[in-house]
């Protein structure tokens, strides 16, 4: 689970992150990364539409990202902001491919 300070709340957030940072795309998800406003923690979050499934398919998606990002937070510059976009094909994939895929992304583009 995510800490509040490591989450992002704000829609204004989610746009700026969208628009302005990097983005790696995979098989079942499309990471942003970009510059925080306030350089104190990595914030992490997430976009499941209706596409990827019924709500506990898109529940669950969001849960198995959480963990992953979980995970990762130690190695992350704390000045990054990162939003996850959940394809429809995460509805499927199994939690090692989505975790696979999310760290890969990570690495390359805001790894400390």
């Not at 990054?80 to 976009?85: F, N, W, Y």
């Not at 895929?101 to 390359?108: D, N, P």
């Amino acid at each position: 689970m995510l800490a509040k300070p490591n989450r992002l709340t704000r829609g204004s957030d989610y746009k700026a992150t969208v628009r302005r940072g990097t983005r790696c795309a995979g098989a079942h998800t499309v990471t942003y990364v970009g510059r925080a406003g306030d350089p104190a923690v990595a914030r992490f979050g997430f976009i499941v539409s209706r596409q990827v499934g019924p709500a506990v398919v898109r529940n669950t998606v969001r849960r198995r990202l959480k963990a992953v990002c979980a995970e990762v937070l130690p190695t992350m510059r704390p000045d990054v902001d990162v939003v996850i976009r959940a394809l429809p094909s995460a509805a499927t994939a199994d939690f090692a491919s989505l975790r696979a895929e999310v760290t890969r992304c990570l690495q390359r583009r805001a790894a400390a």
